[in-house]
């Protein structure tokens, strides 16, 4: 239980709502800003204005899964207002209050480091990047049906990428009967991928690599699919891009060959917000939790 525990959720999207829900079932004080036109009422939570809330109270702020932009605005999809976090906020907060936001940027960083308040990106964490691949996975496939006229059985995927989304996406598009080859550097990925029954290949050796597919599917957050690349790639070739903004795609090139590029950002949120919302709500109380033990065992 997250009893005697003050935070404040600011801004956020429909995930936001599964983490307000779980917080209040367990207990926790919960303020909400950036949430004026929202219908739905959760007892114990409380919506107020950015300048009601007194931030002397709160053990823990939650940002969207965003963070704030570099001018420190926080998004809020259920108000028109703006909303603003700056320093002094955080510098009024309790010494030990947690900052937890998805993703992170210089302002934010700066913002927790100057006020000396911890700053919880918990998209880092291997727990939530696990779970989430499993909406990615389901994103990348309704976008493959959606943009292709042939099925995914059958068909020629390339991913690109070993790590915890690109495990995910590899197993589930060979489980649908796509002949997958997956490009890595790591010695160990590349065992792996073979040990799972599909082809790999080192990413340096991507050129040669790319003649004949159909779906090639990145996430490699750095500029891989290049103009080198690009150039051996057929133009029937589809190319979704998951990796975080600006993707490892050069856009602009895929254009002129004529292949059909997508980036594909926030998939677990739009093809499954409430999903996405749990996976950040049981991560989040977990880590509370331990807030909460802590200070009892400080007193
Ligand atoms: P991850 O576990 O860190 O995997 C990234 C993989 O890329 C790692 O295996 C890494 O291999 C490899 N890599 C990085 N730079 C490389 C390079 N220059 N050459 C070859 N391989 C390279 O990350 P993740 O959780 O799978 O996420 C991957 C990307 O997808 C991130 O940008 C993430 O933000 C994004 N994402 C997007 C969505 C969406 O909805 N679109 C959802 C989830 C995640 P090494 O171990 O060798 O470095």
Redesign the pocket.
Known sequence: MLTGLTIAIIGGDARQLEIIRKLTEQDAKVFLIGFDQLDHGFTGATKLKLNELDFGTIDSIILPVSGTSMEGTVATVFSNEKVVLKQEHLEKTKPHCAIYSG?SNQYLDGMAKGANRRLIKL?ER?DI??Y??I??VE??IMMAIQHTDFTIHGSNVMV????????SISRTFSALGARVKV????SA?LARIMEMGLTPFH?NELAEHVENIDICIN????L?LDKHVLSRMTPRTLIL????RPGGTDFDFAEKQGIKALL???????VAPKTAGQIIANVLCNLLSELTTDRKGLS
């Open positions: 993703i998209f291997d990047a696990i989430n691949s909406p990615t994103g990348a690109l990428g070993l790590g915890r989304t690109g495990m490009g890595a550097r790591d990925h990413t996430t490699i957050p750095s891989i891009d998951l990796a975080t594909a950002p926030g998939l677990p949120g739009i």
